[in-house]
Protein backbone atom coordinates (compact mmCIF):
# COMPACT_ATOMS: atom_id res chain seq x y z
CA UNK A 1 0.00 0.00 0.00
CA UNK A 2 1.12 3.62 -0.50
CA UNK A 3 0.78 7.09 0.24
CA UNK A 4 -0.02 9.60 -2.26
CA UNK A 5 0.01 13.23 -1.02
CA UNK A 6 -1.58 16.23 -3.55
CA UNK A 7 -0.71 19.82 -2.25
CA UNK A 8 -2.50 22.65 -2.72
CA UNK A 9 -1.64 26.07 -2.13
CA UNK A 10 -3.39 30.08 -1.76
CA UNK A 11 -1.07 32.12 -0.45
CA UNK A 12 0.08 31.27 2.98
CA UNK A 13 -2.58 28.58 3.27
CA UNK A 14 -1.28 24.82 2.14
CA UNK A 15 -3.88 21.66 1.74
CA UNK A 16 -2.02 18.15 1.90
CA UNK A 17 -4.56 15.87 0.61
CA UNK A 18 -3.42 12.38 1.43
CA UNK A 19 -4.67 8.99 0.41
CA UNK A 20 -3.60 5.70 1.31
CA UNK A 21 -1.60 4.56 4.58
CA UNK A 22 0.87 6.29 7.09
CA UNK A 23 3.50 3.85 8.23
CA UNK A 24 7.29 2.88 8.96
CA UNK A 25 7.36 2.54 5.10
CA UNK A 26 5.78 6.15 3.92
CA UNK A 27 6.51 8.57 7.03
CA UNK A 28 9.50 9.54 5.60
CA UNK A 29 7.81 10.79 2.57
CA UNK A 30 5.29 13.01 4.14
CA UNK A 31 7.38 14.19 6.78
CA UNK A 32 9.81 15.37 3.24
CA UNK A 33 6.49 17.39 2.30
CA UNK A 34 5.05 18.45 5.18
CA UNK A 35 8.23 19.17 7.84
CA UNK A 36 9.56 22.40 5.50
CA UNK A 37 5.60 23.67 5.72
CA UNK A 38 5.75 24.13 9.08
CA UNK A 39 9.04 25.51 9.45
CA UNK A 40 7.92 28.90 7.46
CA UNK A 41 6.41 31.51 10.19
CA UNK A 42 2.43 32.53 9.29
CA UNK A 43 2.03 29.49 7.32
CA UNK A 44 -1.28 27.55 7.63
CA UNK A 45 -1.02 23.97 6.97
CA UNK A 46 -4.29 21.83 6.61
CA UNK A 47 -3.98 17.90 6.38
CA UNK A 48 -6.97 16.19 5.10
CA UNK A 49 -6.74 12.63 6.28
CA UNK A 50 -10.21 11.43 5.17
CA UNK A 51 -8.57 9.10 2.43
CA UNK A 52 -6.04 7.16 5.36
CA UNK A 53 -7.29 4.01 6.22
CA UNK A 54 -4.32 2.96 8.46
CA UNK A 55 -1.63 5.10 10.39
CA UNK A 56 0.85 3.23 12.72
CA UNK A 57 2.96 5.05 15.62
CA UNK A 58 5.74 6.25 12.89
CA UNK A 59 3.12 8.12 11.16
CA UNK A 60 2.05 9.19 13.86
CA UNK A 61 5.31 10.76 15.16
CA UNK A 62 5.64 12.75 11.80
CA UNK A 63 2.49 14.50 13.50
CA UNK A 64 4.28 15.06 16.46
CA UNK A 65 7.23 16.32 15.14
CA UNK A 66 5.23 18.45 12.75
CA UNK A 67 3.35 19.84 15.53
CA UNK A 68 6.73 21.02 17.13
CA UNK A 69 7.89 22.37 14.58
CA UNK A 70 5.06 24.69 14.03
CA UNK A 71 5.08 25.24 17.32
CA UNK A 72 8.78 26.61 17.33
CA UNK A 73 7.97 28.60 14.02
CA UNK A 74 5.14 30.08 14.58
CA UNK A 75 3.13 28.19 12.14
CA UNK A 76 0.05 26.49 12.28
CA UNK A 77 -1.39 22.66 11.80
CA UNK A 78 -4.36 21.74 11.09
CA UNK A 79 -6.13 18.18 10.79
CA UNK A 80 -9.34 17.66 9.40
CA UNK A 81 -11.29 14.85 7.68
CA UNK A 82 -10.41 12.03 9.53
CA UNK A 83 -11.57 8.03 9.45
CA UNK A 84 -12.71 6.77 12.88
CA UNK A 85 -9.84 3.96 13.12
CA UNK A 86 -7.24 7.26 13.07
CA UNK A 87 -8.80 8.99 15.43
CA UNK A 88 -8.61 6.35 17.90
CA UNK A 89 -5.30 6.39 17.84
CA UNK A 90 -4.98 10.76 18.12
CA UNK A 91 -7.62 9.97 21.13
CA UNK A 92 -5.63 7.36 22.84
CA UNK A 93 -1.97 8.91 22.34
CA UNK A 94 -3.64 11.81 24.02
CA UNK A 95 -2.87 14.08 20.99
CA UNK A 96 -6.58 15.32 19.97
CA UNK A 97 -5.81 17.58 23.64
CA UNK A 98 -3.12 19.19 21.99
CA UNK A 99 -3.86 19.25 18.23
CA UNK A 100 -5.74 21.00 16.26
CA UNK A 101 -8.17 19.43 14.77
CA UNK A 102 -11.49 19.95 12.67
CA UNK A 103 -14.56 17.79 13.84
CA UNK A 104 -17.03 16.89 10.81
CA UNK A 105 -15.68 14.02 8.87
CA UNK A 106 -15.32 14.81 5.22
CA UNK A 107 -12.91 17.68 4.13
CA UNK A 108 -14.51 20.88 2.81
CA UNK A 109 -12.94 22.90 0.09
CA UNK A 110 -10.73 25.87 1.55
CA UNK B 1 48.26 -19.05 -13.24
CA UNK B 2 47.37 -16.07 -11.34
CA UNK B 3 44.25 -14.81 -10.83
CA UNK B 4 45.49 -11.17 -12.81
CA UNK B 5 47.11 -13.19 -15.72
CA UNK B 6 43.69 -15.07 -15.78
CA UNK B 7 41.76 -12.17 -16.17
CA UNK B 8 44.43 -10.64 -19.00
CA UNK B 9 44.05 -13.73 -20.46
CA UNK B 10 39.92 -13.63 -20.54
CA UNK B 11 40.03 -9.60 -21.26
CA UNK B 12 42.13 -10.39 -24.32
CA UNK B 13 39.62 -12.77 -25.55
CA UNK B 14 36.99 -11.04 -25.32
CA UNK B 15 38.37 -8.06 -26.67
CA UNK B 16 39.68 -9.61 -29.88
CA UNK B 17 36.06 -11.84 -30.61
CA UNK B 18 34.35 -8.23 -30.24
CA UNK B 19 37.48 -6.26 -32.78
CA UNK B 20 36.37 -9.33 -35.20
CA UNK B 21 32.47 -9.87 -34.64
CA UNK B 22 31.45 -6.22 -33.48
CA UNK B 23 28.22 -7.98 -32.10
CA UNK B 24 26.27 -6.64 -29.23
CA UNK B 25 26.87 -10.09 -27.73
CA UNK B 26 30.31 -9.59 -27.17
CA UNK B 27 29.86 -6.13 -25.92
CA UNK B 28 26.95 -7.07 -23.40
CA UNK B 29 30.05 -9.90 -22.21
CA UNK B 30 32.17 -6.77 -21.90
CA UNK B 31 29.84 -5.48 -19.54
CA UNK B 32 29.43 -8.86 -17.74
CA UNK B 33 33.41 -8.74 -17.31
CA UNK B 34 33.06 -5.54 -15.77
CA UNK B 35 31.65 -7.26 -12.72
CA UNK B 36 34.23 -9.70 -12.57
CA UNK B 37 37.02 -7.23 -12.22
CA UNK B 38 34.71 -5.45 -9.25
CA UNK B 39 34.58 -8.91 -7.80
CA UNK B 40 38.43 -9.23 -7.77
CA UNK B 41 39.25 -5.36 -6.90
CA UNK B 42 40.40 -4.41 -9.94
CA UNK B 43 40.88 -0.02 -9.85
CA UNK B 44 39.66 1.95 -12.94
CA UNK B 45 43.84 2.35 -13.57
CA UNK B 46 44.48 -1.21 -13.16
CA UNK B 47 41.73 -2.18 -16.39
CA UNK B 48 43.83 0.70 -18.31
CA UNK B 49 47.08 -0.92 -17.80
CA UNK B 50 45.48 -3.99 -18.67
CA UNK B 51 43.89 -2.68 -21.53
CA UNK B 52 47.34 -1.59 -22.71
CA UNK B 53 49.03 -4.56 -22.34
CA UNK B 54 46.30 -6.53 -24.59
CA UNK B 55 46.62 -3.54 -27.13
CA UNK B 56 50.57 -4.30 -27.24
CA UNK B 57 49.88 -7.81 -27.46
CA UNK B 58 47.44 -7.79 -29.91
CA UNK B 59 48.50 -4.97 -32.49
CA UNK B 60 52.12 -4.97 -32.09
CA UNK B 61 52.39 -2.09 -34.67
CA UNK B 62 50.16 0.19 -32.98
CA UNK B 63 51.14 3.68 -33.88
CA UNK B 64 53.86 5.56 -30.83
CA UNK B 65 50.40 8.16 -30.17
CA UNK B 66 47.99 5.48 -29.94
CA UNK B 67 50.50 3.81 -27.58
CA UNK B 68 51.30 7.51 -25.59
CA UNK B 69 47.37 8.02 -25.68
CA UNK B 70 47.25 5.45 -23.29
CA UNK B 71 49.27 6.60 -21.13
CA UNK B 72 47.60 9.65 -20.79
CA UNK B 73 44.35 7.93 -20.31
CA UNK B 74 45.98 5.46 -17.76
CA UNK B 75 47.29 9.27 -15.73
CA UNK B 76 43.84 10.22 -16.30
CA UNK B 77 42.32 7.68 -14.72
CA UNK B 78 44.49 8.10 -10.85
CA UNK B 79 41.58 10.35 -9.58
CA UNK B 80 39.14 7.50 -10.05
CA UNK B 81 41.25 4.77 -8.50
CA UNK B 82 41.60 6.95 -5.46
CA UNK B 83 37.98 7.68 -5.14
CA UNK B 84 37.24 3.65 -5.90
CA UNK B 85 39.15 2.76 -2.98
CA UNK B 86 38.02 5.24 -1.09
CA UNK B 87 34.60 3.87 -1.78
CA UNK B 88 35.88 0.74 -0.96
CA UNK B 89 37.22 1.06 2.16
CA UNK B 90 34.18 3.16 3.73
CA UNK B 91 32.06 0.41 2.18
CA UNK B 92 34.31 -1.66 4.90
CA UNK B 93 33.36 0.21 7.40
CA UNK B 94 30.40 0.86 7.36
CA UNK B 95 29.28 -2.63 7.59
CA UNK B 96 31.46 -3.21 10.14
CA UNK B 97 29.93 -0.16 11.60
CA UNK B 98 26.61 -1.81 11.28
CA UNK B 99 27.56 -5.01 12.76
CA UNK B 100 28.50 -3.85 15.57
CA UNK B 101 25.59 -1.30 15.56
CA UNK B 102 23.37 -4.25 15.82
CA UNK B 103 25.47 -6.24 18.06
CA UNK B 104 25.40 -3.43 20.39
CA UNK B 105 22.20 -2.81 20.29
CA UNK B 106 20.35 -6.49 20.50
CA UNK B 107 23.05 -6.57 23.76
CA UNK B 108 21.61 -3.50 25.23
CA UNK B 109 17.93 -4.72 25.02
CA UNK B 110 19.05 -8.33 26.75
CA UNK B 111 20.36 -6.49 29.14
CA UNK B 112 17.32 -4.25 29.78
CA UNK B 113 14.98 -6.99 29.83
CA UNK B 114 13.08 -7.36 32.98
CA UNK B 115 12.85 -10.69 34.96
CA UNK B 116 9.36 -11.44 35.72
CA UNK B 117 9.19 -11.61 39.03
CA UNK B 118 7.65 -13.83 42.08
CA UNK B 119 5.09 -12.80 44.03
CA UNK B 120 3.05 -13.92 46.26
CA UNK B 121 -0.41 -12.62 45.94
CA UNK B 122 -0.13 -12.78 41.92
CA UNK B 123 0.48 -15.24 39.01
CA UNK B 124 2.11 -13.13 36.57
CA UNK B 125 2.77 -13.67 32.29
CA UNK B 126 4.61 -12.28 30.24
CA UNK B 127 5.02 -12.35 26.74
CA UNK B 128 7.13 -9.64 24.18
CA UNK B 129 8.30 -10.72 20.91
CA UNK B 130 9.54 -8.25 18.57
CA UNK B 131 8.47 -7.86 14.65
CA UNK B 132 11.99 -6.99 13.52
CA UNK B 133 15.15 -8.11 15.45
CA UNK B 134 14.79 -5.01 17.75
CA UNK B 135 11.88 -4.81 20.22
CA UNK B 136 10.14 -1.40 20.37
CA UNK B 137 7.97 -2.87 23.32
CA UNK B 138 9.17 -2.08 27.00
CA UNK B 139 8.33 -3.70 30.27
CA UNK B 140 9.58 -3.26 33.39
CA UNK B 141 8.71 -4.62 36.69
CA UNK B 142 10.43 -3.80 40.13
CA UNK B 143 9.13 -4.82 43.89
CA UNK B 144 9.28 -1.91 46.14
CA UNK B 145 9.05 -2.65 49.60
CA UNK B 146 5.78 -5.04 49.49
CA UNK B 147 4.45 -3.42 46.32
CA UNK B 148 4.92 -4.57 42.94
CA UNK B 149 5.37 -2.00 40.11
CA UNK B 150 4.67 -2.86 36.36
CA UNK B 151 5.21 -0.95 33.40
CA UNK B 152 4.70 -1.50 29.90
CA UNK B 153 6.16 0.77 27.27
CA UNK B 154 6.26 1.38 23.33
CA UNK B 155 8.90 3.27 22.48
CA UNK B 156 8.56 4.96 18.46
CA UNK B 157 11.51 4.91 16.31
CA UNK B 158 14.02 2.23 15.49
CA UNK B 159 17.52 1.21 16.24
CA UNK B 160 19.76 2.90 18.01
CA UNK B 161 17.77 6.04 18.88
CA UNK B 162 15.11 3.56 20.72
CA UNK B 163 17.40 1.43 22.43
CA UNK B 164 19.17 4.39 23.80
CA UNK B 165 15.81 6.10 24.64
CA UNK B 166 15.16 2.67 26.54
CA UNK B 167 17.94 3.04 28.52
CA UNK B 168 17.15 6.29 29.46
CA UNK B 169 13.75 5.46 30.57
CA UNK B 170 15.07 2.04 32.63
CA UNK B 171 16.99 4.78 34.47
CA UNK B 172 15.17 7.40 34.93
CA UNK B 173 12.81 4.91 36.64
CA UNK B 174 15.37 2.98 39.13
CA UNK B 175 16.65 6.17 40.13
CA UNK B 176 13.31 8.17 41.45
CA UNK B 177 12.81 8.53 44.77
CA UNK B 178 10.49 5.69 46.63
CA UNK B 179 7.63 8.06 47.21
CA UNK B 180 7.46 9.25 43.65
CA UNK B 181 6.73 5.71 42.43
CA UNK B 182 3.09 6.89 42.72
CA UNK B 183 2.41 6.09 38.76
CA UNK B 184 1.06 9.91 37.84
CA UNK B 185 4.03 11.18 39.04
CA UNK B 186 6.64 8.79 37.60
CA UNK B 187 5.11 9.73 34.15
CA UNK B 188 5.56 13.47 34.65
CA UNK B 189 9.03 12.54 36.34
CA UNK B 190 9.57 10.42 32.85
CA UNK B 191 8.08 12.80 30.65
CA UNK B 192 10.24 15.76 31.15
CA UNK B 193 13.12 13.74 31.11
CA UNK B 194 12.14 11.90 27.69
CA UNK B 195 10.96 15.54 26.25
CA UNK B 196 14.24 16.99 26.69
CA UNK B 197 16.21 14.16 25.07
CA UNK B 198 14.27 13.14 22.13
CA UNK B 199 14.25 13.89 18.23
CA UNK B 200 11.26 15.41 17.38
CA UNK B 201 9.43 12.65 15.64
CA UNK B 202 10.03 10.66 18.21
CA UNK B 203 7.51 9.34 21.78
CA UNK B 204 6.83 7.05 23.87
CA UNK B 205 3.52 5.79 25.02
CA UNK B 206 3.61 4.51 28.82
CA UNK B 207 1.40 2.60 31.34
CA UNK B 208 2.45 2.65 34.68
CA UNK B 209 1.04 0.81 37.83
CA UNK B 210 1.91 -0.12 41.45
CA UNK B 211 -0.19 -3.12 43.37
CA UNK B 212 0.22 -2.89 46.73
CA UNK B 213 -1.05 -5.87 48.71
CA UNK B 214 -2.36 -4.78 51.96
CA UNK B 215 -4.95 -2.59 50.46
CA UNK B 216 -5.28 -4.89 47.39
CA UNK B 217 -5.26 -1.43 45.28
CA UNK B 218 -4.04 -1.00 41.86
CA UNK B 219 -3.01 2.50 41.35
CA UNK B 220 -2.30 3.84 37.56
CA UNK B 221 -1.72 5.78 35.01
CA UNK B 222 -1.29 6.16 31.55
CA UNK B 223 0.69 8.10 28.99
CA UNK B 224 -1.02 7.63 25.10
CA UNK B 225 -0.37 4.17 25.59
CA UNK B 226 -3.21 1.13 24.43
CA UNK B 227 -5.49 0.87 27.15
CA UNK B 228 -5.35 -2.50 28.85
CA UNK B 229 -8.50 -5.04 30.07
CA UNK B 230 -9.79 -5.41 33.50
CA UNK B 231 -11.62 -8.06 34.37
CA UNK B 232 -13.75 -8.38 37.00
CA UNK B 233 -14.74 -12.22 38.23
CA UNK B 234 -17.37 -11.31 40.82
CA UNK B 235 -19.63 -9.93 37.67
CA UNK B 236 -17.36 -12.39 34.96
CA UNK B 237 -17.13 -9.44 32.65
CA UNK B 238 -13.88 -7.43 31.25
CA UNK B 239 -13.55 -3.49 31.25
CA UNK B 240 -11.33 -1.69 29.23
CA UNK B 241 -8.47 -0.24 31.68
CA UNK B 242 -8.39 3.46 30.60
CA UNK B 243 -5.78 5.78 31.96
CA UNK B 244 -6.01 8.98 29.71
CA UNK B 245 -3.18 11.01 29.27
CA UNK B 246 -0.38 12.60 26.50
CA UNK B 247 2.39 10.58 24.92
CA UNK B 248 5.61 11.47 26.63
CA UNK B 249 8.03 13.29 24.90
CA UNK B 250 5.11 16.16 23.25
CA UNK B 251 4.42 18.79 25.81
CA UNK B 252 7.30 19.56 28.89
CA UNK B 253 4.18 21.01 31.16
CA UNK B 254 1.66 17.16 30.65
CA UNK B 255 0.27 16.22 33.83
CA UNK B 256 -1.18 12.50 34.20
CA UNK B 257 -4.42 11.91 36.23
CA UNK B 258 -4.30 9.11 39.15
CA UNK B 259 -6.62 6.07 38.65
CA UNK B 260 -7.32 3.59 41.24
CA UNK B 261 -8.69 0.31 41.12
CA UNK B 262 -9.58 -2.21 43.96
CA UNK B 263 -8.30 -6.04 42.86
CA UNK B 264 -10.30 -8.86 43.92
CA UNK B 265 -9.30 -13.02 43.77
CA UNK B 266 -9.82 -13.70 40.74
CA UNK B 267 -9.20 -9.96 38.79
CA UNK B 268 -6.88 -9.67 36.51
CA UNK B 269 -5.24 -6.84 35.11
CA UNK B 270 -4.31 -7.35 31.69
CA UNK B 271 -1.77 -5.07 29.55
CA UNK B 272 -0.89 -4.84 26.47
CA UNK B 273 1.07 -3.26 23.46
CA UNK B 274 -1.03 -1.41 20.09
CA UNK B 275 0.52 -4.79 18.78
CA UNK B 276 -1.75 -6.54 20.44
CA UNK B 277 -5.01 -4.54 19.04
CA UNK B 278 -3.02 -3.55 15.46
CA UNK B 279 -2.59 -7.22 14.73
CA UNK B 280 -3.80 -7.09 10.65
CA UNK B 281 -5.43 -10.26 9.15
CA UNK B 282 -6.39 -11.51 5.68
CA UNK B 283 -10.10 -10.21 6.91
CA UNK B 284 -8.92 -6.68 8.20
CA UNK B 285 -7.85 -5.91 12.09
CA UNK B 286 -8.32 -7.78 14.75
CA UNK B 287 -11.12 -5.65 16.86
CA UNK B 288 -10.54 -5.60 21.13
CA UNK B 289 -13.49 -7.97 21.54
CA UNK B 290 -11.75 -10.38 19.67
CA UNK B 291 -8.18 -10.08 21.97
CA UNK B 292 -11.14 -10.11 24.89
CA UNK B 293 -12.81 -13.61 23.79
CA UNK B 294 -9.16 -14.93 23.49
CA UNK B 295 -8.43 -14.24 26.77
CA UNK B 296 -11.61 -15.32 27.93
CA UNK B 297 -10.82 -18.82 26.45
CA UNK B 298 -8.08 -19.36 28.17
CA UNK B 299 -8.14 -17.87 31.07
CA UNK B 300 -8.75 -20.98 33.41
CA UNK B 301 -5.11 -21.78 32.60
CA UNK B 302 -1.54 -20.08 34.46
CA UNK B 303 -1.31 -16.35 33.22
CA UNK B 304 1.74 -17.35 31.51
CA UNK B 305 -0.16 -20.12 29.42
CA UNK B 306 -3.01 -17.47 28.65
CA UNK B 307 -0.21 -15.07 27.36
CA UNK B 308 1.04 -17.80 25.16
CA UNK B 309 -1.63 -19.09 23.52
CA UNK B 310 -3.46 -15.77 23.23
CA UNK B 311 -0.08 -14.76 21.51
CA UNK B 312 -0.03 -18.34 19.23
CA UNK B 313 -3.27 -17.28 18.05
CA UNK B 314 -3.24 -14.30 16.82
CA UNK B 315 -0.31 -14.87 15.33
CA UNK B 316 -1.50 -17.79 13.24
CA UNK B 317 -4.57 -15.25 12.41
CA UNK B 318 -2.08 -12.72 11.01
CA UNK B 319 -0.16 -15.84 9.05
CA UNK B 320 2.93 -15.68 11.06
CA UNK B 321 3.66 -12.28 10.09
CA UNK B 322 3.93 -10.02 12.89
CA UNK B 323 4.30 -6.46 11.64
CA UNK B 324 4.33 -4.61 14.85
CA UNK B 325 6.04 -5.62 18.20
CA UNK B 326 3.69 -7.81 20.41
CA UNK B 327 3.79 -7.60 23.92
CA UNK B 328 0.82 -8.44 26.38
CA UNK B 329 1.43 -9.41 30.48
CA UNK B 330 -1.44 -10.79 32.85
CA UNK B 331 -1.61 -10.26 36.39
CA UNK B 332 -3.96 -12.36 38.10
CA UNK B 333 -4.78 -11.98 42.00
CA UNK B 334 -4.46 -15.55 43.49
CA UNK B 335 -5.05 -15.35 47.36
Redesign the interface.
Known amino acids: MNLQINQEQINETYELNLTGEVD ?1 YTAPKL ?1 EVMLPLTEKEGNIVIVNLSGIEYM ?3 G ?3 F ?2 A ?3 SKANNSSLKLRGMTE ?1 VKR ?1 FE ?4 T ?2 MDIESGVKGEAL | MTAKDALTERYQDLLSVYLKAKTETTLYKGQQFSRKLLEQQISPEDLVSLHIQVMDELFPDMSEEMRDSFDFLLEAMIGYGFAYREHQSLRDKQQQLESEIEVAASMQQTLLLSDVPEFEQLDIGVVSVPAKKMNGDYYNFVKSGNSLSVAVA ?1 I ?3 GIPAALCMSMIKYAMDSLPEEQMKPHLLLENLNRVVEQNV ?5 I ?1 MFHGVYEPESHKFYYAG ?5 GFFYHAKEDEFQDLIA ?4 L ?3 RTTTYHPYEKMIEVGDMVILLS ?1 GVT ?1 CRTSKG ?1 IEREEVVSLIRKYMDLPSQKIVENVFQELDRLQGFELR ?1 DFTLIILKRLV
Open positions: AKDSTLGIVGLKSRIITGLEV | DIGKHSNMFTAGHEPKGLVGVSDEFD
